[in-house]
């Protein structure tokens, strides 16, 4: 038995970041509803892209959508991205009142110069749009479990960050009601759903 495991521990980790992305989206690929898993965002202020003190606290009264990503990501990332960025633009579009959160799970490389640049060349609303970190590894992989109930796992050899793909909608009270793929492609259910939401509970 004890051999079975090993043999599967090996296997994911030669599969790549693969593995810990599907665990971050298998049991929602159709279901929004997050609120039965009765995550709430603990407390936290962070570092945004211009260098300043940003947490929950300026979030507060605040709807927000947050994900996790980071810059120098080669596979999902590059999609989740431009998807986050479609629906800051659709939303705003639609007159939303909403404020978008990113994570970084590599903090060490991504500095708040480095996020302004990353968040400035894809185009981003930065007024609305935060892009966080001020936080060392370990702190933001106990924040991901604790706050999404999501791992945040570092490759051993350095080559890769595990992380969810998933884009998470936080009400006012710090709750996360809804979970969305972050790598699909047809996006306007999503907006849909996040303007039912939140006009439903205004």
Not at 45 to 64: C, H, K, M, R, V
Not at 168 to 184: A, P, T
Request: aromatic share 12%; proline share 5%.
């Amino acid at each position: 038995m004890k051999h079975a495991w090993i043999v599967l521990l090996g296997v994911l980790l030669l599969s790549g970041c693969g593995w810990i992305y599907e665990l971050g989206g298998s049991e929602l690929n159709d279901e929004y509803d997050y609120a039965k898993y009765d995550a709430h965002i603990p407390s936290f202020t962070f570092t945004n892209q211009e260098g300043e003190s940003f947490g929950s606290e300026d979030l507060a009264d605040n709807y927000y959508l947050a994900n996790m990503v980071f810059t120098f990501c080669t596979t999902v990332c590059p999609v989740m991205t431009p998807n986050m960025l479609h629906l800051q633009k659709a939303l705003e579009e639609e007159g939303v009142d909403i404020q978008f959160v990113t994570f970084t799970v590599d903090p060490e490389r991504d500095t708040p110069e480095h996020l302004k640049n990353y968040g400035t060349n894809v185009g981003a609303n930065l007024e609305t749009w935060h892009f966080l970190s001020g936080y060392d590894q370990k702190e933001i992989m106990e924040f991901s479990v604790e706050g999404f109930k999501q791992p945040v796992q570092p490759y051993p050899d350095g080559s890769d960050i595990g992380h969810s793909t998933r884009f998470f909608l936080i009400n006012k009270e710090g709750q996360v009601i809804r979970s969305y793929n972050g790598m699909q492609p047809q996006q306007e259910p999503i907006i849909e759903d996040i303007i039912k939401v939140i006009e439903q509970e205004l």
